[in-house]
């Protein structure tokens, strides 16, 4: 079971990036997936979430209406769109499958993880 992300790069403030996280070795079109990221320094923190259907998502405070997360589970991918891109948002991107029920915040609630992908915002 593998969860690769993609998508990060070096941007400049206010500028936009989509991440993208595609699963193999087996279907999370039931599950909760997430993003979480980590700066240097810091703890791995929450981004957002999806429920199974796409009906129901979560965010960070910091992020609320700059981040918009999504899936295709024809794909068994999650994007995150990434809009007026802060310095603040630098770091590595993780994305996340979590359980079959609500949607958590917590890490500790997903048992999969993709490798990251660095998003770096100069200003």
């Known amino acids: 079971v593998q969860l690769q992300a993609c998508g990060g790069g070096l941007v400049q403030a206010g500028a936009s990036l989509r991440l993208s996280c595609a699963a193999s070795g087996r279907t999370f079109s039931n599950n909760v997936m997430g993003w979480f990221r980590q700066a240097p320094g810091k703890e791995r923190e929450f981004v957002a979430a999806?429920?199974?259907?796409?009906?129901?998502?979560d965010y960070a405070d910091s992020v609320k209406g700059r981040f918009t997360i999504s899936r295709d589970n024809a794909k068994n991918t999650v994007y995150l769109k990434m809009n007026s891109l802060k310095p603040e948002d630098t770091a590595v991107y993780y994305c996340?499958?979590?359980?079959?029920?609500?949607?958590?915040?917590?890490?500790?609630?997903?048992?999969?993880w993709g490798q990251g992908t660095q998003v770096t915002v100069s200003s």
């Open positions: 999806i429920n199974w259907s796409g009906g129901s998502t």
């Open positions: 996340a499958a979590g359980g079959l029920g609500a949607i958590a915040t917590y890490a500790g609630r997903y048992g999969y």
